[in-house]
């Protein structure tokens, strides 16, 4: 067996996803002609994670592939790319995003952008079983299966996923022993469901302005907060010099490295403390506690709010929210180079399940964004805060603004509170719905 892409050299790779990048930013920069009126359709930001997902689908470059070796055994192999962005640069935009936050403004958003979040997990846990339901009419087999390989175990890790991340996924996993052999088809459905809704919520950010209007949405306390944090911005407007671009950085990551090192000793303390609780469904619900990347993104976040009360905060004058941009590029064109098109059609059953599932999420959130008039930011990020949790709701939370990343974030920690108790309430339904 050997599925490996062209370039395997992850150097080679990370060239050819900034080239992708260059390319998106130079045709969404023309004025006129095809692009002009391309990118007036398809924001920059959608082309950004799909170009290298195309890049992916024609072979050119995979995040894994495996290879035979001479003693005729499998060898996996595995890009760190996205390993890198997600761990080093996501923190760090958040940080350089996070410093001219206003965190009254943010606060002063309202009781909508919690209605939309917990509306999207309403949408997850309702959405499994109903999609079983359906399924099982048209194809029965698809949802069924006994014992460790009944299909509902394993769609328990998508709720799972879909509420929170890859800790609560984890926990579904092992509380309902799915069979680990047909585990990986579970991820990939995570992974192409996610991605087909992301791209769509992408799209959508670009129609933002139509979109609110036929929700008849009230988003002036977005457009407060991005006046005041634009008027901050102008007001301390420099041409930035070298020492301040080392210096952004310095504190970048130098909050990262920190945030870092303090997650590599919480972590595994409460992963011990957690380990020690003698009820086991308890003991799985605080299973986002032992995960490393929560409390690293958990810490960066804070101490970037923290640093928004110092002097640090005049860095956005010189342009920390672009270089934090820059950094969320580089990320959305590395979760886009894990998409491979072509295995869309690989497991269509499955597939088929995930998207009625997401379809449900999406008109659960519509419904309910028309009735309370919130705006298309509510949405949006509520539903990532909940499908992609902590790596891709500020991704959406920042393409509105930057500074509107922060939101993503602390909306992303309440689905890892929330996400392994309304997985299992989810599982319960799902259970049910293959038994009729």
Known sequence: MDNSPIFTNDTITFGLLMLALGFVFYTESRTTGFWSKFYKIVPGLFMAYMVPAILTSFGLISPEWETVNEANEVVKHKSNIYFITSRFLLPAALVLMTLSIDLKGVF???????????TGTIGIIIGGPIAI??????????????????????????????????????????????????????????IVVANIWMAILLIGIGKRDKINKWLKADTSSIDSLKEKVSNFTEGIKKTPTLTDYMLMLAIAFGTVSIAHLLSGYIAPY??????????????????????????????????????????????????ASKIGSVFIYILVASIGMKMDLNLIFDNVGLIAVGLVWMSIHAGL????????????FFMAVGSQANVGGAASAPIVASAFHPSLATVGVLLAVFGYAIGTISAIVCTILMELASAS
């Open 108 to 118: 002063n958003l309202g009781w909508r952008a919690l209605i939309m979040f917990f």
């Open 133 to 190: 339901l359906l399924i099982s009419i048209v194809s029965p087999e698809t949802v069924g299966g006994a014992g460790p390989d009944a299909v509902w175990r394993g769609l328990s890790t998508l709720a799972g996923s879909w509420i929170g991340g890859g800790a609560n996924q984890t926990a579904m996993l092992e509380i309902y022993g799915y069979n680990q052999k047909l585990y990986g088809g579970m991820v990939f459905v995570d």
């Open 270 to 319: 409460f992963d011990k403390l957690v380990s020690e609780i003698s009820n086991s469904t308890t003991r799985n619900m605080f299973t986002f506690l032992g995960s490393g990347f929560f409390w690293m993104i958990s810490l960066s976040t804070v101490i970037a709010i923290f640093l928004s009360y110092t002097k640090a905060r005049n860095y956005e004058g010189a342009g």
């Open 365 to 376: 959130l519509i419904l309910v964004a028309k009735l309370i008039k919130a705006p298309y």
